[in-house]
């Protein structure tokens, strides 16, 4: 059964160029604007706006493609925080930078056709008006015209540690590329997923450090009915691999369950790598407890919210999932009626 083609009113525009980026950005603007704003094409950030107005926001969701309902997710908050007069655009672009040797730079899934056509899909936030206004999908050569930058963001520390120690230089080239298109889509508040929580935090502190004008909004993670985080990776999987891979958030949501009883933090590493360690087909590259504003490793004795990481191979699949977690007071815990004490 063929699906039905969306409505053109419906379907985003497509750029692939800067300055198609800037005409298309700076044109429904423009339409809008009251007298004495900025044509469109002029290079204006946002029309003139009379005193006591609103001015229409605009949010941005940064894809590398390969769009699925996590993606969709982001875009549903996206409209729903900017309402039906704002505008939402979909970067979608596959950043060399963050991929090291070896990784699947070639091999990662790309579909621009179903990509537009899944955004068009999504229902109209009024009559006539698409629920994304603008995909902007350069090509390589476009974001980088002179070949790999030389100047690029630091990751800093928090570039070295977890997937940063198993992916060297990786954080650095999310942040370079995120940068490039903050300033290219001149947002005010950019939509990210928390499945990626390393990455997360490292764009929130690229924003404070540097002072970039954008609100950075976690929108929760998208899981399957048989609880495995969706991802464009999970394509990769075969039947059997993938009922591997559900041993991810299975033994996240028991290291959670051990740290909520009161049964300490290292209970919760040790619940949930006893857990991961019973599928010989899961490798573990690491399974760690943070705090969850710094990604610091967490004393034994430590009480309080954390963050519950995991990154693990299943066949040649590299996934990525977390949970957040409250640590109990173990003291508290044996006090209350049914504990030890």
Do not use: W
Request: charged share 20%; no cysteine.
């Amino acid at each position: 059964m063929s699906v039905p083609t969306p409505p053109a009113a419906s379907r985003p525009r497509v750029v692939r160029t800067h300055d198609e980026l800037r005409e298309a950005l700076a044109a429904p603007a423009a339409a809008d604007a009251p007298a004495g704003a900025a044509p469109s094409g002029s290079g204006a950030e946002r029309p003139v706006v009379e005193p006591g107005a609103m001015a229409r926001e605009r949010a941005v969701v940064m894809t590398m493609g390969a769009l699925h309902d996590g993606h969709l997710q982001l875009v549903r908050a996206a409209r729903e925080r900017v309402g039906p007069t704002g505008q939402v655009v979909v970067t979608v672009f596959v950043n060399p930078l963050q991929f090291g040797p070896g990784e699947d730079l070639d091999r990662y899934p790309r579909d621009l056709d179903a990509d537009v056509a899944l955004l068009a899909g999504l229902p109209e936030p009024a009559p006539g008006r698409p629920a994304v206004d603008l995909v902007f999908a350069p090509p390589v050569e476009e974001m980088y015209p002179g070949g790999d930058p030389i100047v690029r963001v630091t990751s800093g520390r928090i570039g070295t540690v977890l997937e940063g120690a198993f992916r060297p230089g990786h954080f650095d080239g999310v942040l370079t590329v995120v940068l490039k298109l903050m300033h290219l889509t001149r947002p005010d508040v950019a939509f990210y997923g928390e499945k990626d929580a390393q990455q997360l935090l490292a764009i929130r502190r690229m924003v404070a450090d540097l002072d970039v004008d954008v609100e950075v909004v976690g929108v929760p993670i998208v899981r399957d009915g048989d609880g495995l985080a969706l991802s464009s990776r999970n394509a990769y999987l075969s039947e059997t691999e993938r009922a591997d891979a559900l041993a991810l958030s299975q033994a996240l949501r028991a290291g959670a369950a051990a740290a909520a009883a009161g049964q300490g933090a290292a209970a919760a590493i040790e619940v949930a790598s006893g857990m991961l360690n019973e599928h010989p087909g899961v490798v573990v590259d690491y399974l760690a407890l943070v705090d969850p504003t710094t990604v610091d490793d967490l004393e034994p004795e430590y009480v309080g919210p954390a963050l519950l990481l995991v990154a693990a191979r299943v066949g040649t699949t590299r996934l990525i999932d977390n949970l957040a977690v409250d640590v109990a007071d173990p003291a508290a815990s044996t006090a209350r009626p049914g504990g030890t004490q």
